[in-house]
Nanobody
Framework: VQLQASGGGLVQAGGSLRLSCAASGRTFSNSAMGWFRRAPGKEREFVAAINWSGSSTLYADSVKGRFTISRDNAENTVYLRMNSLKPEDTAVYYC?????????????????WGQGTLVTVSS
C-alpha cells in the first residue's frame, strides 16, 4: 500500500481542516488506517484510527470530540476532519495503514506510512 497525505495548511485557532490520504494497492479495503502526528520536538503520536469497514473508530483523548476519521473504500481514501483546532494541534500529520482490519493506536503495528502533511494552527 502506498499512501499520499494532503490537505494540511495554516489555519487560525478555532478553525477547521480536512486531511485526505489517498491509497494505492489492492489491499486498502482490508486495511485498518490511522492518523498520527509529530509536533516539533516531540515523538510521533497516535491521533485516530478506523477499521477496515469504517464501523469502528478510535481517538486520542486530546482530539476526541473535535476530530473525526472516516474512509471511502470505493475511493481508496481516508479522511481526518479536524474542528476547533488549537495551537497545540500544530504538527506534521501522517496517515498509516496496517495489514489486517483491526484498529490499534500502536504505531509499531502500522507497516505503511505516507509522507506527512503539515498543519499549523496560529493563536
Amino acid at each position: 500500500v502506498q499512501l499520499q497525505a494532503s490537505g494540511g495548511g495554516l489555519v487560525q485557532a478555532g478553525g477547521s481542516l480536512r486531511l485526505s490520504c489517498a491509497a494505492s494497492g489492492r489491499t486498502f479495503s482490508n486495511s485498518a488506517m490511522g492518523w498520527f502526528r509529530r509536533a516539533p520536538g516531540k515523538e510521533r503520536e497516535f491521533v485516530a484510527a478506523i477499521n477496515w469497514s469504517g464501523s469502528s473508530t478510535l481517538y486520542a483523548d486530546s482530539v476526541k470530540g473535535r476530530f473525526t476519521i472516516s474512509r471511502d473504500n470505493a475511493e481508496n481514501t481516508v479522511y481526518l476532519r479536524m474542528n476547533s483546532l488549537k495551537p497545540e494541534d500544530t504538527a506534521v500529520y501522517y496517515c498509516a495503514a496496517r495489514s489486517g482490519g483491526a484498529i490499534t493506536r500502536l504505531k509499531s503495528q502500522y507497516a505503511y506510512w505516507g509522507q506527512g502533511t503539515l498543519v499549523t494552527v496560529s493563536s
